[in-house]
């Protein structure tokens, strides 16, 4: 006698394991979504920061070295900065490192949005300069980018700069 066995799984035994796939599946993407745009928007910051960090850097130090003024520009989303000894906010040897900002980070000068600031630094320190003199306005700032919620502050304090996490 010969017995008819089956084997395999029914219908509703794949369709429960699919929908339990299909459920983790869902719950793994929204994770991931999540951490992707978190950990894109952290790149964003970190390498917006860490260029200008670079910018205020190599502009004190140069100042210190070559004895000359510098100018750190803001504007259109753009940090520059130049040799600028007759103070006119123009490079005087057409020489300008210039590094862009994304379009979605916001730049904030102590908690203002402002478009455009110059910031000049000569003997190590950062100074203002209006009305034909110069201040130390700028020797103690924060300057803050922020994407969403999360943000990063480049703190200058007695005209040296650090990054804050």
Same mark, same amino acid.
């Given at each position: 006698?010969?017995?008819?066995?089956?084997?395999?799984?029914?219908?509703? /035994?794949?369709?429960?394991?699919?929908?339990?796939?299909?459920?983790?599946?869902?719950?793994?993407?929204?994770?991931?979504?999540?951490?992707?745009?978190?950990?894109?928007?952290?790149?964003?910051?970190?390498?917006?920061?860490?260029?200008?960090?670079?910018?205020?850097?190599?502009?004190?130090? /140069?100042?210190?070295? +070559?004895?000359?003024?510098?100018?750190?520009?803001?504007? !259109?989303?753009?940090?520059?900065?130049?040799?600028?000894? %007759?103070? !006119?906010?123009?490079? %005087?040897?057409?020489?300008?490192?210039?590094?862009?900002?994304?379009? !979605?980070?916001?730049?904030?000068?102590?908690?203002?949005?402002?478009?455009?600031? +110059?910031?000049?630094?000569?003997?190590?320190?950062?100074?203002?300069?209006?009305?034909?003199?110069?201040?130390? !306005?700028?020797?103690?700032?924060?300057?803050?980018?922020?994407?969403?919620? /999360?943000?990063?502050?480049?703190?200058?304090?007695?005209?040296?700069?650090?990054?804050? /996490?």
């Amino acid at each position: 006698m010969v017995k008819n066995v089956k084997s395999g799984f029914s219908l509703i /035994e794949v369709l429960v394991v699919l929908t339990i796939i299909a459920i983790i599946s869902g719950i793994a993407y929204g994770m991931y979504s999540g951490i992707y745009v978190a950990l894109s928007n952290r790149s964003k910051l970190t390498n917006s920061i860490q260029r200008v960090f670079y910018i205020f850097v190599s502009a004190r130090r /140069e100042a210190f070295l +070559k004895n000359n003024i510098l100018c750190i520009k803001y504007e !259109d989303k753009k940090f520059s900065y130049f040799t600028d000894n %007759d103070l !006119d906010g123009i490079s %005087d040897n057409g020489n300008e490192v210039v590094t862009e900002i994304a379009d !979605d980070v916001t730049v904030l000068f102590d908690n203002k949005n402002i478009n455009s600031i +110059k910031i000049y630094t000569f003997d190590g320190m950062f100074l203002k300069y209006s009305n034909n003199s110069f201040s130390f !306005d700028y020797s103690n700032m924060e300057i803050k980018f922020q994407l969403n919620k /999360e943000y990063q502050i480049l703190k200058i304090t007695n005209s040296l700069p650090e990054i804050l /996490e």
